[in-house]
């Protein structure tokens, strides 16, 4: 088994790349991610890994950077967070539509206006469309577990996408926490040789990546899209048996934690999970029949599990880090979906908190518990969307 | 071996950009691209940023392109194929390839002067081996003829309209080949079609080099230029013998200007050639005609200017070239 060590989420990432040994990496510094770039830059110097590090002068150009890379025939990563990942969203659209499985690690923080470095999840939600696998992480070692699996994912023969790996700002990639390492070589064979498709630098059979397609062919190429993006449920289940094996630790879609029974479930993503558990545990301790779901690969999303998983509750609360601004929270948006396509019809309501990297603790999770047993005794909701930790 | 700069010899080369592409009859673009497959005799990998060579070129299923190329966006050709490089570096060095490929972008003068400036100045800084060739149709055509910071000066676009108080685009152009030479790259030119054995000779030297150069070709677009379909050579020799678009190269530095009309023409014998000029002419617009006329003599007497310095360093004479 591997090592244990006390790090942080950065540097555990950094060590995930230097395990990884892509063949090129193209990235530009931004907090909170900058970390996991300059260690590796490290690494490059050392001469510990073998990858081409290309320091370009945007995220814009890392992106189209990482595209010219990966449709050259070989293994890319870079890293960002925020107004990196909102620079790059032109490209991000088009390294998927190309189907090109790039691997990115996105340490999750707050989009500007007001500009504050804190983690949120509004850029990671704000990608949700852009045709990227995305799995989240509530720990560091959460992270680094899921970068190896999202490479994977990504390479995967029936899927060739691109994939983000994402993990709370500051809270998760600053913070020291003990976690395990997996030996060199064992990665190394997890991960496997990139097997190139179609790659340009095949110069004796040239192909043309990027054409105009009008709208007699552009639909199919997106419904292939679509196809591809939707095999990710399986694969990322057995790309987890895999991993399990080699690690001990078992992934699912989703973390169901004492749900079985529930009749209030709460939903949270990321770091503020692992908050809302000991909560969840006080309450179970007084009688009261709550759990919590954690959603992990969010695109594509598992709605008919996780409407299964979430099938006994009477009253869902899904907590959201980041907002669409006049509708529901983005993970709202999600669960409601699911549940009304099961045919179920529980009380859900929505909070939005944390924004902007404000602590989310575990009297916020007890107060909005709390709440949830009001509304499962009443069966009234009150304001659907809400925040919450809010100076009044 | 490369092959002799004859037009016996490049004839029996493969067209690596093939015909049955759907760019405009006439149109000045793939005539130098062209040209530039033509020159290279090494296996090309090439990026191409949006405008009319790349959306008439790869109209899905078909793709006119027999070289490996890539389209990502309108910005980035530059960092597209920067990755391109990257990759093969990483590859090569892990003995996973050992041919000997070199890297092409192409980009108009849109996507290389206004949107794409940043991604290329990048590119050129961080010392890519790749070559980034403009062809320079001086306004964003694929769009409809809107002004670029390549437009000249009095030009008619969609943008700068020709309108009773504001005479086409009131600004001159940027000299952008100097701006790439400041960048104190190995190899940084200035050519046209016209003059093709002057082009095929600059892409082969940009080739050669181990690191990044840049070309920047004038490429005639009669839909925007207001010009018929027949003309897009002449009007390259017209641009080269009144100055308007002087040939020239920066080799490690040094600047050579390499073709000196033995009579400088009139900066109107270019504008006159073209409808998008066609206001100028009326008897109101003297000065503008006077003005275009000191913007050319302007940029021509400081590439003189230099490249009399650097003949003088050097102790060469910078005659009869
Ligand atoms: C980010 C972005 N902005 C705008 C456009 C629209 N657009 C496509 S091509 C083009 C102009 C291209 O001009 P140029 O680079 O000079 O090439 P030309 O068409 O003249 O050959 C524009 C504005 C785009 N595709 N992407
Ligand atoms: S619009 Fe101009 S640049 Fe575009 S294809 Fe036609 S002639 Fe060429
Ligand atoms: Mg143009």
Known sequence: MGKKLAITGNQALAEAMRQINPDVCAAYPITPSTEIMQRFASFVSDGVVDTELVTVESEHSAMSACIGASAAGGRVMTATSSQGLALMWEMLHIASGMRLPIAMTLVNRALSAPINIHGDHSDGMGSRDCGWIQLYSENAQEAYDNIFQAVRIAEHEDIRLPAMVCMDGFIISHSIESMEFLPDEVIRDFIGEFKPKYPLLDVDKPVTYGPLVLPDFYIEFKRAQHEAINKAKKVTLEVAREFEKISGRSYGLFEPYRLDDAEIAIVLLNSAAGTAKDVVDDFRNKGIRVGLLKPRLFRPFPYEEIAEALGDAKVICVFDRADSFGGFGPMYMEIASAMMAAGSSPLMVNKIYGLGGRDFMPEDAEAVIKEMTGILDTGKTGTLKEYIGVRE | ?321
């Open chain 2, 1 to 321: 071996m490369s092959t002799p700069l004859r037009l016996k010899e490049l004839s029996k080369k493969e067209d690596l950009l093939t015909g049955g592409h759907r760019m405009c009859a006439g149109c000045g673009a793939p005539i130098a691209i062209r040209q530039v497959l033509l020159a290279a005799d090494v296996p090309l990998v090439a990026a191409n940023a949006t405008g009319c060579l790349e959306v008439s070129t790869t109209i899905y299923p078909y793709t006119a392109w027999k070289i490996p190329w890539i389209h990502s966006a309108f910005e980035n050709a530059a960092a597209t194929i920067s990755g391109v490089e990257a990759m093969y570096k990483a590859l090569k060095k892990k003995g996973k390839i050992d041919r000997k490929i070199k890297f092409i972008a192409f980009g108009g003068d849109g996507g290389t002067y206004d949107i794409g400036l940043q991604s290329l100045s990048g590119a050129m800084e961080r010392g890519h081996d790749m070559v980034y060739i403009c062809y320079d149709n001086g306004a964003y055509m694929n769009t409809g003829i809107q002004r670029s910071s390549a437009t000249p000066f009095g030009a008619n676009t969609t943008t700068c309209p020709a309108g009773r108080v504001i005479h086409g685009k009131p600004q001159k152009r940027k000299n952008l080949t100097r701006i790439m030479a400041a960048h104190d790259i190995p190899y940084v030119a200035q050519t046209t079609p016209a003059h093709w054995r002057d082009l095929m000779t600059k892409v082969r030297k940009a080739l050669e080099v181990d690191g990044p150069a840049f070309i920047n070709i004038l490429a005639p677009c009669n839909r925007g230029w207001r010009t018929p379909t027949n003309n897009a050579i002449e009007l390259c020799r017209i641009a080269a013998d009144t100055c308007f678009w002087p040939l020239y190269e920066y080799e490690n530095g040094k600047l050579t200007v390499n073709y000196k009309p033995k009579e400088k023409k009139p900066v109107t014998d270019f504008l006159k050639t073209q409808g998008r000029f066609k206001h100028l002419f009326s008897p109101d617009s003297k000065d503008l005609l006077k003005q275009a006329q000191e913007n050319t003599d302007h940029e021509w007497d400081k590439l003189l200017r230099e490249a009399a310095c650097w003949a003088e360093e050097t102790g060469t004479t910078e005659e009869g070239k």
